[in-house]
């Protein structure tokens, strides 16, 4: 249920920004989503936001918008040098590179390079400006778990989440569906190796919000491509989609896709067109990751 699930979800926000960043609860009803990479990757991600599903006031939260398309096959990634590593990626280094910043003082610079990508408009339209690296990182960490994601780096999508009551049981509504048209069409204007060599730039601060959101030994590239890897294997659910509200939320009706993680929950809310249209973007950036890390 989610009341549970919102529970553990409050303990794993609260643990990933207890580090010098502090830590926010940054929607009431936000479901994740996401990558979107965007997030950034996407912001990189996917992707990457969720609805909690509340019956009063239903606010969704988009995919992580962010990318391009392209639907080559990944290349198969070179052996990792670390025991456990599938997918390594290191940022290139040259004499003439500056550093990097801190990663407190990092939001100044990804969003510099974000702006580039989308246009000065939509970075403050779709983003939080703020912490943009660990809300992605905890983002994409939550999509593949089953509770809904409270910590976002993309801003939720506007509008009720509207359910039909009529006939024997309810269901989603399919008009919900236009509430994530813009997002969608944002994710497929992005140049997804721009995107992603933006990613590569910033890594180490990906790497280092990772490992102080509890994972010492973990690598962040390996959990992006678990999380994309998960969203692109929705399934594709036709509609009516059928809904429960046992309490306050809306649960599915369908146990399996109610065990699902909160990544495929966010896949199968936003309708099946757009859907289809996330996973082609989501794909490419999948693919343009998988082929970075297989060239270092």
Known sequence: MYSEAQSECRRNCHAAFAVPAGGMDLSKMSRRTAIVMVVVVGAIAAGTAIEAWHAAKGSATPVRPLMAQTQSPAPRPAPAT??????????????????????????????NGLSKILGGTALPAYFYPEKMIRRFVATIDNLLRKGPVRVMPIKPVSGAFSVNAGGPGLTIDPANSARYGRYIDLMQTVDVPGLVDLYVHFYPLFQQAYRELGYPRGVFNDRLIQAL??????????????LVQPKVLYLFADADLEGRSAGQKLMIRMGGANEARAKEVLR?????????SAAR
Do not use: F, M
């Not at 997918?87 to 407190?104: F, M, R």
């Open 82 to 111: 670390t025991p456990g590593v599938r997918y390594a990626i290191e940022s290139p280094s040259t004499p003439a590179q500056k550093p990097l910043p801190a990663l407190d003082a990092s939001d100044e610079a990804v969003g």
């Open 284 to 292: 490419a950036i999948h693919n343009e990751v998988v082929r970075r």
């Open 229 to 242: 890897d998960d969203l692109l294997d929705a399934p594709r659910v036709a509609a009516p989609v059928g």
